[in-house]
């Protein structure tokens, strides 16, 4: 079904009103009458006659601004797209930058410096594997990003077993944890199923893992619950690390946003995973939001429809 436009829905709220006042006049004529009766002078029917050509005058004039007041929105909505999309173009542009720069600057120097010495040239290719990797998975969000936003119809939704696949992650983040000396509380029920995109839901909890590890700070502890509504889970994921200063929380979720852009460079993030983890859990019908941990820290809360 369609969705109305605002010109649109204000028009049709205008007519609903004049048509009741309508009926009202024909069954009402005065405040005092309370049956349905003939009007029994002339300028009763002249007076109706005249409601009804301004209600049309008026309906003509309102239709027109509805008109012009929808092309104004979607001139604007388009405007804020192509800024978005301007944007994201750039960042995308200086996120690549640097990689790609790194990476051209070790080959020139293996090739220009033949005599270079083994242990070196293995320092060499060390560090360009690893901006490699980091401008693959740069490319390999944004790809994921431009999935649900234009293709997310094409998305096949399955039954997913969130229990068996944070156990999952919680393997493939061990060594990650062990090293900054971490703990993490896994309070999951055993039997969360829901009807969604794997791929998707698996970067929602292994974003939200990476996020705490390369965040948090050392020693910190990670706690993830969920707790089920009538037609959701309702999960908290939460840390009792360093946290960010309040003016930061609001822009989390933006792509390319970061509070540290030094730091997070360094720890290898693309800038992209916490909007990843939003669009996911929006393009399943639920909503997140995150704030300041009783503890310190962050506790990010958002639910995905069973």
């Known amino acids: 079904m369609k969705k109305l436009s605002e010109g649109t829905k204000m028009w049709m709220s205008v007519m609903v009103i004049f048509a009741i006042y309508a009926v009202v006049f024909i069954l009402f004529e005065d405040y005092d009458r309370v049956f349905i009766e003939p009007f029994e002078e002339t300028s009763d029917w002249h007076l109706l006659l005249f409601s ?141 199923v829901i009807l969604g995109v794997p791929s998707l839901i698996y970067s929602i909890f292994r974003n939200l893992m990476d996020n705490a590890v390369n965040y948090a700070g050392e020693g910190t502890v990670v706690q993830i619950s969920a707790e089920p509504t009538d037609d959701s889970w309702v999960f908290r994921f939460s840390d009792n690390g360093v946290g960010i200063a309040p003016e930061h929380l609001p822009r989390l979720f933006e792509r390319f946003y970061r509070i540290d852009k030094g730091r997070s460079r360094s720890l290898g993030g693309t800038g992209l995973g916490l909007a990843i983890v939003k669009n996911a859990v929006l393009l399943h019908g639920g909503a997140i939001t995150v704030s300041p941990a009783d503890k310190g820290g962050l506790a990010f809360e958002f639910t995905l429809k069973k």
Not at 141 to 160: G, I, P, Q
């Open 52 to 192: 009804l050509v301004v209600m049309i005058g008026l309906a003509l004039l309102l239709h027109r601004y509805a008109r012009s007041m929808d092309e104004r929105i979607s001139h604007e909505q388009a405007e804020k797209e192509h800024q978005m999309r301007r944007e994201l173009t750039q960042n995308i542009a200086h996120e690549l930058k640097t990689p790609v720069a790194s990476i051209l600057g070790y080959t020139e120097t293996i090739l220009d410096t033949p005599d270079m010495s083994e242990e070196i040239r293995q320092q060499f290719i060390t560090r360009t594997h690893a901006q490699a990797n980091r401008l693959a998975a740069l490319l390999q969000d944004v790809s994921m990003l431009n999935r649900m936003d234009y293709a997310a119809d094409l998305l096949t939704k399955e039954r997913v077993d969130v229990s068996q696949l944070f156990a999952d992650i919680v393997q493939e983040t061990a060594i990650a944890f062990e090293k900054h000396r971490m703990t993490l509380n896994n309070s999951l029920p055993q039997d969360i």
